[in-house]
């Protein structure tokens, strides 16, 4: 079946930091894969997404770049801040299913 | 644009009580989801509806019974509470067809005791 494995958190880092979130996916097919953002009270937003192998999505300084040899959706940000704070999850939709697959989620927290 | 919106915010229950959350969206998408939030689970999903007058069971959703009698709305019952419906609930929906994002609402979160 389809499923998604983040890496567990939290994950620590202070201000300015470089974070890196690991995502990797099980599907068969070619699934598009996303990352969502949930800040702290709030329901879950999209933050990127990439619909093709080689894709790279990009939104407020995170990136990520959908490598279908590693079934891998790494997020990255190169300079972190104390706003970024909030849990991340990796997702994927099969064509035509409309049903994300989420991950278990990854907590971030960002110090001064 | 509200968005998607959910009704209520919070609810204590005790075992064996009952209720309907409601989710209600103003963008006209086909597609409708619930969700339940657990620690160290992420999301899994309990039923969805790709259109006025359907549902389909999701993941986990023994104990959930949904309707969708208006485009708009989704809402999703609890005939008996139980303490493992202790959860945070979000809704979303998604317009037909799309790899669009899915827009979520806010969350319920209730606790059964």
């Known amino acids: 079946g389809n499923s998604v494995t983040q890496m567990e958190g939290p994950v620590t880092l202070s201000e300015e930091a470089f974070l890196t979130i690991n995502c990797t996916y099980t599907?068969?097919?070619?699934?598009?894969l996303f990352w969502y953002v949930q800040y702290p009270g709030e329901g879950l937003q999209l933050l990127l997404k990439?619909?093709?192998?080689?894709d790279k999505g990009s939104n407020k300084g995170f990136e990520a770049t959908y490598r279908k040899e590693t079934t891998s959706f790494h997020l990255e940000k190169g300079s972190v801040q104390v706003s970024d704070s909030a849990v991340y999850f990796c997702?994927?939709?099969?064509?035509?299913?409309?049903?994300?697959?989420f991950g278990t989620g990854t907590r971030l927290l960002v110090s001064p | 644009n509200a968005g998607v919106t959910q009704t209520p915010k919070f609810r204590v229950l005790k075992t064996g009580q009952s209720m309907t959350l409601l989710c209600a969206q103003d963008?006209?998408?086909?597609?409708m989801y619930w969700y339940r939030q657990d620690p160290g689970m992420g999301l899994r999903l309990i039923h969805y509806?790709?259109?006025?007058?359907?549902?389909a069971k999701g993941e986990v959703p023994d104990g959930y019974n949904v309707s969708r009698l208006k485009k708009q709305n989704f809402l999703l019952g609890l005939e008996s509470a139980a303490p493992s419906q202790t959860s945070v609930y979000f809704c979303?929906?998604?317009?037909?067809?799309?790899?669009?994002?899915?827009?979520f609402g806010p969350g319920t979160r209730l606790t059964v005791l």
């Open positions: 997702a994927l939709t099969r064509t035509g299913f409309q049903k994300l697959v």
């Open positions: 599907a068969t097919g070619y699934p598009s």
């Open positions: 990439a619909t093709k192998a080689d």
């Open positions: 963008m006209n998408h086909e597609y």
């Open positions: 509806s790709v259109g006025e007058g359907t549902t």
């Open positions: 979303a929906s998604i317009e037909q067809g799309s790899y669009n994002e899915q827009f």
